[in-house]
């Protein structure tokens, strides 16, 4: 569940400061957002180098998911790439391929790996269109509740379709898994980790290091049962880079 954020003063006194913009509103069909949305989108690490205080939700760190203190009502500085990391680019760029239907391409694959961006957004509001943080189907209310990698993933897929707003539909499909650019972090939205205990399993953030422990464990959504959205399994495997465990710790793998 998400809590909506209290305070005000913080987000009052960075609106004031022109070099820590929050964006809250829809930019779809609205050209000055969209490219200021678009200018505001830095290397990663630019607004905590000048002074932004607000938390930072880091691309390729996959978290535990939805739930109480997951996502709030408040602005993050919300990173994601673009591009696709070199050991797994054959991979994916067969895969969107072999789906058929995408236009959108890959906007970030004139360049060796990924490029990591970011832009301060507000969770909860229509920035990337409705419902930032929200999983599943844009505000459905038969999707799942909010979380930080779901923010990722809309963020990621807000700055491509701003990108590709004279040529192609704000709202046109991205593939999702098949998205070369975006896919890395729709998997990391359908992912957790887990300590496992002998009465409830504890989440936690996918990381290497306590991957050591025979416990831990990684399992893909159940969200994935009947999945026609791609391979997000391309994105599994520690260097892959995106935050995701070996195939060996995961499951329920691909």
Not at 141 to 162: E, Q, R
Request: hydrophobic share 25%.
């Amino acid at each position: 569940l998400m809590k909506e954020y209290e305070n005000s003063s913080e987000e009052s006194n960075s609106s004031k400061i022109d070099h820590c913009p929050v964006f809250t509103q829809n930019p779809d069909k609205n050209e000055d957002l969209a490219k200021r949305m678009i200018a505001a989108t830095k290397p990663c690490g630019y607004y905590r180098n000048i002074g932004c205080t607000y938390e930072v939700i880091p691309a390729n760190v996959v978290y535990p998911g939805e739930g109480p203190g997951e996502l709030q009502y408040r602005p993050y500085i919300v990173q994601f790439d673009i591009g696709i990391n070199q050991n797994i680019k054959n991979q994916v760029l067969s895969s969107y391929s072999s789906w058929g239907k995408g236009k959108r391409g890959c906007i970030g694959c004139g360049q060796t790996g990924e490029q990591c961006l970011e832009i301060i957004v507000k969770g909860g509001s229509d920035a990337t269109g409705g419902c930032a943080g929200k999983c599943g189907p844009g505000c459905s209310i038969f999707g799942a509740g909010y979380a930080k990698d779901c923010m990722k993933h809309d963020v990621c897929a807000t700055y491509k379709a701003l990108k590709q707003r004279t040529s192609i539909s704000f709202g046109e499909d991205d593939g999702y898994c098949y998205d070369p650019d975006c896919g890395d972090e729709a998997a990391q939205a359908i992912h957790n980790c887990f300590i496992a205990n002998w009465w409830k399993d504890t989440p936690m953030i996918c990381n290497r290091e306590l991957f050591n422990k025979k416990n831990a464990y990684a399992w893909w959504s159940h969200a994935t049962k009947g999945f026609t959205e791609g391979d997000c399994g391309n994105f599994q495997n520690w260097n892959s880079g995106q935050g995701i465990p070996d195939k060996g710790k995961i499951r329920n793998p691909y």
